[in-house]
Structures are given as C-alpha cells and as structure tokens.
C-alpha cells in the first residue's frame, strides 16, 4: 500500500510539474465583467498552458459561458486583463475555434458533411486544389469518413458533433473552446466523444477549455478542474487531477483519485448551490 501510494504520489507531482513548466498561453490578470449594473465575473486570475486541457464546472448562473466568450473574444473585460501568448486579447481569432453546445444549428444544413468542414477552409483561404485530401484527413479523424456525401439532417446528434469539431479543427487552432458539447448526447454517445476527443487533443496537442456541467466528465477529460461560485462568478477552487493518460472510461473511473475528486467536486456543487 505505502508503494502504490508513492507511485500515485509521484504521478501527481509530475503532472503538476508539467503543467507548470508549459509556456502560458491564455492568462486572466484580475478579470471583471459587468453588463449594467449587473456584475457576472469577478476577479479572475487564471493561467491556461500550451497544450492543457482545463475543464470548469459550477453551479447554472455561476459565469462558465461567459468566461467561455471572453477567451473568444466575443465579449470585453469591463476590468482585469485578457492576454493571449503575451497579447491583448479582446477579439475573435483564427487561432481560437469554438464548438457549440447546439451542434444542429452549429452546421449548415444545406452542405454536406464535407462542404460544412470546407466552409472553414474556404474562410481561411485555402486553395480549392488542396482542400479535398484536407477535408478527407479531417472526416476521418472524428470518424465520418463513409459520411461525407451525408448532410447533417441525415445524421445522429453524435455525429453531428464530430462534424463540428472538425469543421473548427479545419482552422488549425491553437486552442479548442467547447461549451458543453456532450451534453444533449446520450450516455454512450457521449463516453465515445469523450474518449475521441481525447485521442484528436492528443494527436494535435491543441489547448482546450471545456464547460461541463458533469463533473465526472470534468474529471475525466481534464489536467485541471476550476470550480466557480456563483454570484458574481469567481474561482472557488482549482483542482489537480493527478490521474495518468492515456484514461479508460472503467478502470479510470474506478481508480481511488478519480473517486476522491468526484466525492470533493460533488461537496463543492452542493454547497455553492445551498
């Protein structure tokens, strides 16, 4: 037992250790965001590493949306600071791809799966003669390679998610903004995705900021889970997640540390929402 918790001991410090020595690439400096009257975050200070996958979970009303929409750049700081590798940042960018909660309304209904993922190329300027084997690479990553010719009424609610995230991987971002993306999909469904998106952030070391009102996916998916409190919306507490890659969706949720943050993530929800 002393072993085994040693070896866990020691995962943890490297993780933490790797996360700490990744250049920072999105950091919130004291960050504050009011509409009228109204103030909806507070006091933000948070830093995002190249390459980190970062989950944030809180109780409805508690900023995690906003939040979202300020690494965007499709909402301004009212105070505090919003840099991006070193740089105001305080508009849409290239660099920053956004998948939707509402992948149906996400996609165009009227281009197939591939004229949706060329929509992205052809916004980016990419010549016409190269954006089939592009297109192609991209199907296949998320699975929708015999799907091409499909248009996204004639596809499940799964499938239509991947579709959009390959759309947004066609940027070629540096970081993957998700907004609850699994949430309307069903157990299995989601599990899947969970674990697809996984092996692409892997692949193509893109940063990733992902809404979740699950928190075993928060879990799951995430090098750090950051707790808001609501009202106005602040960070409570950021949690470590200490447990190795590659995850299983059963032996990793059945491992002592993943059963240890769900137990202090559940007690945090439920006393912000008291």
């Known amino acids: 037992m002393a072993l085994?918790?040693?070896?866990?001991?020691?995962?943890?410090r490297l993780i933490v250790?790797?996360?700490?020595?990744r250049k920072p690439q999105l950091?919130?400096?004291?960050?504050?965001?009011?509409?009228?009257?109204?103030?909806?975050l507070r006091e933000i200070d948070l830093t995002i590493g190249?390459?980190?996958?970062?989950?944030?979970?809180?109780?409805?009303?508690?900023?995690?949306?906003?939040?979202l929409r300020l690494i965007a750049g499709l909402l301004k700081a009212t105070g505090g600071a919003v840099a991006y590798r070193g740089q105001v940042h305080d508009r849409p960018s290239s660099e920053i791809a956004v998948v939707f909660q509402d992948y149906a309304n996400a996609l165009l209904p009227w281009r197939t799966a591939e004229g949706n993922v060329s929509l992205a190329l052809e916004?980016?300027?990419?010549?016409?003669?190269?954006?089939p084997a592009r297109i192609a690479e991209l199907l296949r990553k998320v699975g929708l390679e015999s799907h091409?010719?499909?248009?996204?009424t004639?596809?499940?609610?799964?499938?239509?998610?991947?579709?959009?995230i390959a759309r947004c991987l066609a940027q070629e971002p540096s970081m993957l903004l998700m907004d609850e993306p699994f949430g309307a999909l069903d157990a299995m469904t989601r599990q899947k995705l969970q674990d697809e998106l996984l092996a692409i952030v892997s692949q193509s070391n893109v940063t990733t900021f992902f809404v979740t009102h699950d928190l075993e996916e928060a879990i799951y998916l995430g090098d750090r889970v950051v707790a808001l409190a609501p009202h106005p919306g602040r960070i409570a507490k950021i949690f470590d997640v200490s447990i190795p890659r590659p995850r299983d969706q059963l032996t990793t949720r059945e491992t002592p540390e993943f059963l240890h943050l769900r137990h202090?993530?559940?007690?945090f929800i439920r006393e912000t929402e008291a």
């Open 148 to 152: 091409a010719k499909r248009f996204p």
């Open 4 to 12: 085994a918790s040693a070896v866990q001991n020691a995962a943890a």
């Open 123 to 131: 916004a980016a300027g990419k010549p016409r003669r190269e954006r």
């Open 264 to 267: 202090k993530l559940f007690t």
């Open 50 to 67: 190249e390459g980190e996958f970062v989950c944030v979970v809180g109780p409805s009303g508690c900023g995690k949306t906003t939040l």
């Open 27 to 40: 950091v919130f400096q004291s960050v504050s965001l009011s509409f009228g009257a109204t103030e909806i």
């Open 154 to 164: 004639e596809m499940s609610g799964g499938m239509q998610q991947r579709l959009q």
């Open 17 to 21: 250790d790797n996360i700490a020595d």
